[in-house]
């Protein structure tokens, strides 16, 4: 079972169209097109559903609440991407499918670039919309959307090239007030609403973008600090660079109980310039009350990685000797990536 979408709007059911592994996608979308929010708008709804309800590709849970156990993660699963019809008809359809049908206990929603505009002026605070406002490229935003969306719905957030291998019910307990990997990956995200370690991640990308633009729009002499190339620009400044400094933030330094030292010895020696290798693992976070960390991630979401910015972005992919995909710097400069002034609402 998946989603089908409406470029025009409204419900389409039973329609067949084939995947990239020769399924169907024949199940039913609520696509908000052309459907404004008031029309979306019910008083009995939590924000959380009223937004989800609105997105561009929208498929509630199969099970009603009062049949589900109470959990601190909310109990839905948000993608974002340029358009549903682009994403849910191309190579991410598979991956996007399994989502939802492995996780029927959990609505879906989809983002477009539209919707998660929409979204964030309404419902972020003025300093994280203009970060979002003054990025010029789909990858920026979505880094910034899916934060932004954590920090105030929680739930759980998976990159379109991300596959769900177990069902998030087997792995996700009831009292997890966040689910991480061992490598804290930036491409699955799963907490509570106001987790400190999205919220302090949060605060380092809005800092990183908002002072981009003020250099930008300094003159070139006094431009000190502005980043150059890919990299800098997008995955130091939005992306998992900006997460890492973010969980260091709310885990190491704010201190926690009953550390839990993750990947080798010496990791958290001061030495060590590599933030991620100075994290600890709380494995109960006394100043948000008992949440509880769950770690293992890796056997149950698969990383399919195939540099899908590379268009975009102005990247050329490459290949370790692992034979794993990575981004090179070819030389583009941060005017690329950063709006010396919000952009349209």
Known sequence: MALVHSPRGGCLSGIPHPTNQGGAIDDLARPGENLTLAQRANGSRSTASFWLSAASGYRPARLAPAQQMQQRIPRHIVQVGSTFEWASRGRYSAYMAGWWTRNPDYAYAFFNDSHARHYVTRRASENESSAYLSLKHGAQRADLFRMIWIKYEGGVYADLDSSCIRPLSSVIEPHYSAYVGPSWSFEFLAYEPGHPIIVAGLNRQVANVLRQVALLNQ??????????????????????????????????????????????????????????????????????????????????????????????????????????????????????????????R
């Open 219 to 344: 003159p070139a002499q006094d431009r000190t600090g502005l980043c150059r190339g890919a990299h800098s620009c997008v995955v130091s400044q939005t992306g998992p660079s900006a997460y890492w400094a973010g969980v260091w933030e709310a885990t190491h330094r704010l201190g926690c109980t009953n550390q839990r030292q993750l990947f080798t010895a010496g990791q958290c020696s001061s030495s060590v310039s590599d933030p991620m290798r100075r994290v600890h693992v709380c494995r109960r976070i006394t100043y948000i009350g008992s949440g509880m960390l769950g770690r293992i991630m890796t056997c149950n979401v698969s990383r399919h990685n195939d540099c899908r910015n590379g268009g975009i972005l102005g990247l050329r992919c490459g290949s370790s000797r692992s034979n794993s995909p990575h981004y090179t710097r070819i030389g583009v400069d941060a005017e690329r990536f950063f709006a010396t002034a919000p952009l349209l």
